[in-house]
């Protein structure tokens, strides 16, 4: 998804939307300012940015070069700030993305179900957050092994073999958040 302009980016952009279009019409600051009666330090203030648009100076402005105002006023968009929730299943986990990745960290939701699972320990490249919603989460970094409750929350290199299931007999919920390389070795790979 494309990010969406904000009123301080349309704002930026006025200017130099101006000068393409006095220049793609071969329009001088001199010509524009005999057209509109602006002062050609205005034209020229308002082009660089270091003055800012109004309605009563772009009006005459779009009008003498015979452009439509939306031309060099794009109006902002309003953007629905929720994150689609697209949940995945993997080995019996549940991921449900809770950023738009864009940028690192990127974070997620996880239930993790109740079973006997033998810790597979890896490694990768980045870092991870794990913040405990629900539960119990038992966490294997390297040869530590211990249990978080609710509240809790640990961060620790990639690079130390790690692992982390539910403990005990309920599942367990936890935020997590981790980079590019996390994502593909928390998504993606297969256990083998």
Do not use: N
């Not at 299943?89 to 079973?115: M, T, W």
């Amino acid at each position: 998804m494309d990010a969406e302009p904000t009123v301080g980016a349309v704002l930026e952009q006025i200017g130099p939307r101006l000068r393409r279009a006095r220049e793609r019409k071969s329009v001088s600051l001199a010509d524009l300012a005999r057209r509109t009666g602006i002062s050609t330090s205005t034209l020229s203030r308002l082009e660089s940015g270091q003055r800012k648009p109004g309605l009563e100076l772009l009006l005459p402005i779009t009008a003498a070069l015979g452009i439509p105002l939306d031309e060099i006023v794009a109006a902002p968009r309003i953007v629905d700030p929720r994150v689609p929730q697209e949940p995945t299943r993997k080995d019996g986990r549940v991921v449900v993305p809770l950023s738009r990745h864009q940028g690192e960290p990127r974070a997620y939701k996880l239930i993790i179900p109740a079973h006997d699972e033998e810790p597979h320990l890896r490694t990768h490249a980045g870092y991870e957050w794990v913040y405990v919603l629900r539960g119990r989460l038992r966490v294997r970094l390297g040869e530590h092994d211990f249990v978080m409750g609710a509240g809790e929350a640990a961060e620790f290199d990639c690079q130390i073999p790690h692992w982390f299931g539910a403990a005990g007999r309920g599942a367990v919920e936890v935020l997590s958040l981790f980079g590019k390389q996390g994502e593909r070795i928390h998504l993606r790979t297969a256990r083998p």
